[in-house]
Each structure stands twice: as C-alpha cells, then as structure tokens.
C-alpha cells in the first residue's frame, strides 16, 4: 500500500496561521472519514490531535482544527505558539485491505 | 488513568524473532470496546502501522508486514504482544503500542500511546 503524502516541512510565525496538507487517494481519504492527526515531540510518542477528520479530544486546543476535501485531509494551526513546534503525522483507515496507513510526516516549524 | 507499557529486549539478532509485550493499566482489555495496536518509527522517519488485535483475538495486520508478524491477547494479564520473525535492519524503530478506536474504521485513532521501547536489530 502507498503511504499518505504529506509536505515534509511546514513553517509560521508566532500568531500566524499554518496549513499542512495530507495527499491519500480514492480507496482512502477519498471514501473514509475516519483521518486522524498526530503531534510529536523530538523523544515524545505521538499525541491524537484530530480523529475523525475534524473532532478533537479533550484537552486539544481548539487552534487545532482539521478538514477534508476529496483525497485530501488538512490540518489547520491558527494562532501559532513555540510549543506548536513538533512533527505531525496523518493517519487514515484504508479500507478492509490496507486498514491503517500513515503520512510520513511534516516538521512544523515555528520561526 | 490509562496507561500503556512496553517491554521486551532492546537488542535483537538478525534473522531471529523480535518479541515484544503490552501491559495495559487502569482499563480493561476484555471490556471490549478497543482495538488494540502496535505501530513503529524507525530512526529519523515517519510512523507505520504494524497491526491491531481485539480481545477476541481477532487480528489485522499491516500487508507489507503480514507474513511476519503475528499479535495475540492475554485478557488474564491484560497483556498484548507482537512478535515480528526473520527481522532485518530494517525492522530497527521505536515500537509503540496503542489503544485504537472502537470499531473497525476507527483503527487510525490511536489515543493512548505507550512510552516507546527501541529495539535494534544487530548481530
């Protein structure tokens, strides 16, 4: 199976807003609303920031906002903070053959 | 609070079989209302789903790891493993095991994460 494709950096400033994109295809993001996003610290294990296209667990800053749009899911950071410095990961459910695929990250910086 | 602990050797030969258990604290696998899964990271790169596994015992797996990977479940001990065979170098990451959601499209949420154990593959 192919993974997602994402962009592998993304850059904003403090305040800003930033968009990160996550490229999959028909047989995934395209048919599934089941994408989630990931925020991970250099040494730290992912955290969920976004299940379900654009649903956010609790305690996620409502800064973190997620949507979808064809084959392709987006994760939105408004407001940009320094601790919003992280590498972020899409996921989405592939279907009964390829069940989980991963994107291969994007490094967020934030200048 | 949940809590999700990895263990199992650090350092595995090649060809050999890497081994590695999940204890599960402040919930209960058998409530059965959670897959269960494992995902890992090799050094420098991006996460990849190995596989999930129900209480039942059900599985699913990654199709580029299928042949050798296998997951089972120890409700008893609230335990669940993974024991990948045949492994290379490129087998070398940080392995993470998870709770996943509650049904089958909801296998790509992965809410509570275990600390990470890195396993290397070297002879």
């Known amino acids: 199976q192919s993974a997602l494709t994402q962009p592998p950096s993304a850059s904003g400033s403090p305040g800003q807003s930033v968009t990160i994109s996550c490229t999959g295809s028909?047989?995934?993001?395209?048919?599934?609303?089941?994408v989630s996003w990931y925020q991970q610290h250099p040494g730290k294990a992912p955290k969920l920031m976004i299940y379900?296209?654009?649903k956010r667990p609790s305690g996620v800053p409502d800064r973190f906002s997620g949507s979808k749009s064809g084959n392709t899911a987006s994760l939105t950071v408004s407001g940009l903070q320094a601790e919003d410095e992280a590498d972020y990961h899409c996921?989405?459910?592939?279907?009964?053959?390829?069940?989980?695929?991963f994107g291969g990250g994007t490094k967020l910086t934030v200048l | 609070q949940l809590q999700l602990q990895e263990s199992g050797p650090g350092l595995v030969k090649p060809s050999a079989t890497l081994s590695l258990t999940c204890t599960v604290s402040?919930?209960?696998?058998?409530?059965?209302?959670?897959?269960w899964g494992w995902i890992r990271q090799p050094p420098g790169k991006g996460l990849e789903w190995i596989g999930s596994?129900?209480?039942?015992?059900?599985?699913y797996y990654s199709p580029s790891l299928k042949s050798r990977v296998t997951m089972s479940v120890d409700t008893s001990q609230n335990q669940f493993s993974l024991k990948v065979n045949s492994v290379t170098a490129a087998d070398t990451a940080v392995y993470y095991c998870?709770?996943?959601?509650?049904?089958?499209?909801?296998?790509?949420?992965?809410?509570?994460w275990g600390q990470g154990t890195l396993v290397t593959v070297s002879s």
């Open positions: 596994i129900y209480y039942s015992g059900e599985t």
């Open positions: 028909s047989s995934d993001i395209g048919s599934h609303s089941y």
């Open positions: 996921s989405s459910y592939g279907g009964s053959d390829t069940f989980v695929i």
């Open positions: 998870a709770r996943l959601g509650t049904h089958y499209g909801a296998n790509s949420k992965a809410d509570y």
């Open positions: 402040g919930d209960s696998i058998s409530r059965g209302n959670y897959y």
């Open positions: 379900d296209v654009n």
